[in-house]
T-cell receptor, first 111, second 115 residues
Framework: RKEVEQDPGPFNVPEGATVAFNCTYS??????FFWYRQDCRKEPKLLMS???SGNEDGRFTAQLNRASQYISLLIRDSKLSDSATYLC????????????FGIGTKLQVIP | EAQVTQNPRYLITVTGKKLTVTCSQN?????MSWYRQDPGLGLRQIYY???????DKGDVPEGYKVSRKEKRNFPLILESPSPNQTSLYFC??????????????FGPGTRLTVL
């Protein structure tokens, strides 16, 4: 089983729709979770961290489910500019531990 | 402007011809890392460096070398490139990566083709 798994998509959604992605992780000791955004052939950029209690940043909501070992990203009122690949990132706790990136989920918002 | 720069951005080369991809950051970051990104495989770490003169292997180090003689620079060296090293390469840096996570800032990427 991969350390971090994501559905590669693509998810094609109309403008204004709500879309959600999940990301599962295999290491129960994983402690830190993040979502990065990557536009086509460009560098990844941090979108948001994922906190235990869940967190929101405008139209974006991130949640963590430790029991089932997954994190989610919800995008409300999708904009054309949200079209990108969303990478799930997981880091273990304590000292230096490897940061693992998922393969990403591609989102295409359609007019 | 705070940034990570990589050069060259695009490179086409032939098998066996040594090459170096440079990476430089101006944020005084301790941690630097190289990744390669391939379709269906995502970002895979090649090498990382916790600080000057401290480097270690990532998940896919074979065929690559790195050095960290100065804090700002972290070049990636391919001594004898092969076609399976054709990929999109990213350099990244962060303040630190010990006991917590600091955002990794990525360079713009280097698209390498080995014929």
């Amino acid at each position: 089983r991969k350390e971090v798994e994501q559905d590669p998509g693509p998810f094609n959604v109309p403008e204004g729709a709500t879309v959600a992605f999940n990301c599962t992780y295999s290491n129960s000791a994983s402690q830190s979770f993040f979502w990065y955004r990557q536009d086509c052939r460009k560098e990844p950029k941090l979108l948001m961290s994922v906190y235990s209690s869940g967190n929101e940043d405008g139209r974006f909501t991130a949640q963590l489910n430790r029991a089932s070992q997954y994190i989610s990203l919800l995008i409300r009122d999708s904009k054309l500019s949200d079209s990108a690949t969303y990478l799930c990132v997981v880091k273990n706790s304590g000292g230096y531990q490897k940061v693992t990136f998922g393969i990403g989920t591609k989102l295409q918002v359609i007019p | 402007e705070a940034q990570v720069t990589q050069n060259p951005r695009y490179l086409i080369t032939v098998t066996g011809k040594k090459l170096t991809v440079t990476c430089s950051q101006n944020m005084n970051h301790e941690y630097m890392s190289w990744y390669r990104q391939d379709p269906g495989l995502g970002l895979r770490q090649i090498y990382y460096s916790m600080n000057v003169e401290v480097t270690d292997k990532g998940d896919v180090p074979e065929g690559y070398k790195v050095s960290r003689k100065e804090k700002r620079n972290f070049p990636l060296i391919l001594e004898s490139p092969s076609p399976n090293q054709t990929s999109l390469y990213f350099c990244a840096s962060s303040l630190s990566i010990v006991n917590g996570y600091n955002e990794q800032f990525f360079g713009p990427g280097t698209r390498l083709t080995v014929l």
